[in-house]
């Protein structure tokens, strides 16, 4: 096929200086994941060993009612099991047992590590290993960490992945294997596109139900939709997998570049790339054509959230005609952002991990547009007269391929827009 790689820039940021700061940072823990995840995989249920406080994040963050049937919860972990008076691992099999009697539909369950588990050191891969054993072959149990002190936000969804991969069946068929959680529409929009390219034997991680059996083995391939599953990216080479290295599917460029390398390895021709995606190309120009104009010539500060950063600043300084001030990253995988890394114009600083004082002096000295930031920043910046958008929004809203790319710079666009409105209004 004919070569749709995206244009570079004169001086990319491939080899820009990272900026790693370590101090205190202002980001979720992994625990969030669990909040799409559970809608993803829909007969596993994530049973987290930790505390209150675990319970009320995944409930206030998730913003959900309680349903009568959830699919997770929290063992809580008192004072008896911190003081080491009670055996975790026997409380754990109770429970286990207690939830699997009143819950068939489960075929998987996640023990889920947390920061008060970590610290008195229960051993969840033992539990997982013995439970396993005990509720086989109806349910798998496998365990994962979401703690505070291991992960940040979308880590979760990295570890809980990583641990899936061990158990894969191994396969010598030639496959393609789409890694990460995205809304089953959007998923859908991925596979179609692949599967009008005449691209089969496609699967998914994580699948939507255990009986979708996965395999992997030496001839499968593999494209990542998330840039923050590079835990996930090792387990899978560990298997023989390879992985297709290319932008993130976000805005025209990107899922055209995605779609690109993955019709490159499955010999696609031009002609059919283009059959493909020439109309859905065209709609998502126009709708982002749309955003742009309010988010053209604005600058743009992106605090460390979701490891979405860098990809999401290729898109909005390439397609929407931003520029970047600072493009922070909780962690900086470079095999999985390279590509992206190497679109993105030089300019701004790449920052790695976080300190946050020193970061917010940098946004102030900077005078962003719009700062891409973390709750717990947001209102105070957005009281020193900085418009913010929520990073968290950016995992929960379906922001990936062609019929999204709109809706993704609106997310940046509508921020700017409300500001500008509230500074009419006050003149
Ligand atoms: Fe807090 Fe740690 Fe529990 Fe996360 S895992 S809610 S950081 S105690």
Redesign the pocket.
């Known amino acids: 096929m004919t070569d749709m790689t995206p244009i570079p820039p004169a001086r990319g940021c491939g080899d820009a200086p990272v900026l790693k700061q370590r101090g205190q940072r202002e980001v979720f823990?992994g625990?969030t994941g669990i909040i799409w995840l559970h809608r993803k995989m829909q007969d596993a249920f994530f049973l987290v060993v930790?505390?209150r406080?675990?319970a009320h994040?995944l409930q206030s963050a998730a913003g959900v009612m309680i349903f009568a049937e959830p699919r997770f919860g929290t063992a809580i972990m008192e004072e008896t099991d911190l003081a080491g008076m009670a055996d975790a691992q026997e409380e754990i099999d109770r429970e286990v047992g207690r939830l699997l009697a009143r819950r068939p539909d489960i075929r998987q369950l996640f023990l889920v590590g947390?920061?008060?588990s970590e610290v008195i050191k229960i051993d969840l891969s033992r539990a997982a290993e013995r439970l396993s054993q005990i509720h086989a072959p109806h349910v798998r149990v496998l365990n994962y960490s979401?703690?505070?002190?291991e992960t940040t936000f979308t880590e979760g969804e990295d570890a809980c992945l990583a641990s899936m991969v061990p158990v894969l069946a191994h396969t010598d068929a030639r496959q393609l294997m789409l890694v990460g959680a995205l809304p089953d529409v959007v998923e859908d929009q991925a596979l179609s596109l692949l599967a009008a390219m005449g691209i089969e034997n496609v699967q998914v991680l994580p699948a939507r139900r255990r009986s979708d059996t996965l395999a992997a083995g030496p001839n499968t391939v593999f494209a990542v939709m998330q840039p923050f599953l590079g835990d996930t990216t090792a387990a899978l080479e560990r298997r023989g997998a390879r992985h297709i290295a290319a932008p993130f599917p976000f805005g025209d460029e990107g899922t055209t570049a995605w779609l690109a390398a993955i019709a490159t390895e499955f010999g696609v021709d031009a002609e059919t790339f283009a059959r493909v995606t020439d109309a859905p190309r065209a709609r998502a120009r126009k709708a982002i054509a749309a955003a742009a104009e309010t988010l053209d010539g604005k600058s743009v500060f992106f605090f460390p959230d979701s490891q979405l950063e860098i990809p999401l600043a290729r898109f909005l300084t390439r397609e929407c005609g931003m520029q970047a001030l600072e493009v922070g990253t909780p962690f900086l995988h470079r095999q999985l952002v390279g590509p992206d890394l190497a679109l993105l114009a030089e300019g701004p600083v790449i920052s790695e991990g976080q300190d946050v004082d020193l970061q917010l002096d940098r946004a102030r000295a900077a005078r962003p547009d719009i700062s891409v930031c973390g709750l717990g920043l947001a209102n105070p910046l957005e009281g020193e007269g900085l418009t913010t958008k929520w990073a968290i929004e950016l995992v929960f809203t379906p922001v990936h391929f062609y019929e999204q790319a709109g809706d993704l710079a609106a997310l940046f666009a509508r921020p700017l827009r409300r500001r500008a409105l509230l500074a009419k209004g006050a003149a």
Do not use: A
Request: net charge neutral; with cysteine.
């Open positions: 823990c625990l930790g505390s406080t675990c994040l947390s920061c008060p979401g703690s505070g002190i």
